[in-house]
């Protein structure tokens, strides 16, 4: 069991606190908040509680996403990698299970900006643009499938040539039928769908606000 007691964590989000793994440095552990699971249920549609808590559970989702189609018995030098963190699966530690995987640092060591940050300090240059382009691109070309792909779930991987960005959170099918995992034409779809999201979402983030993301992204799904 990976002890938590005396650590931690570096960053936490609606669902899971992430820590910096005791043993390894250079992977992240993210554990799910005490008490979200029963909450989450709890205000879940009445047919959503018809499931496990699987169902609720970012760890268990995630494991999912892992084991996707695109990723399933990847080669290590294969194309799937270079936007997302290696995972090393499910471990037990004190604060409950743990979903094990890359961290992906700075040039400090320290974990990676997401994109969420640099959009705030920066906004949409051409350097990040171009990165979101090549992200859009391996997308595409990879067949990874992803749930809606937010600026705090992207990091940004710095390189001896352009920044990467980098898919730490979101894996997997935001579907519930697998059609877009089955019929190639489904999942282009889809993940264009994708795409044209998350591009709606950072004109959100760099723009004056004057109007909510959710009417944002009913104008987005519009056009």
Known sequence: ???LREQRPFASGGNRH???HPEHPERCIKVMIPGRVGELRARAPWYKKLFG???FDDNAREREGYHQKALKNAA???IVWQHLPRWYGIEDTSAGPG???ELILDSRGEPAMTLERYLQLYGLDETIHRALSEFADWLRLSGVMTKNLLPHNLVIRETRENPQLVLIDGLGRSAFLPFA???EGSRDRYLER????MWARVEWETSDRAITWEEAEDIS???
């Open 194 to 197: 994708r795409i044209k999201r």
């Open 181 to 183: 995992e089955i019929f």
């Open 53 to 55: 808590d699987d169902q």
């Open 99 to 101: 979903s094990v995987s």
């Open 76 to 78: 290590a030098d294969s």
């Open 1 to 3: 069991m990976i002890d």
């Open 221 to 223: 799904r519009r056009r």
């Open 18 to 20: 992430c820590y910096r």
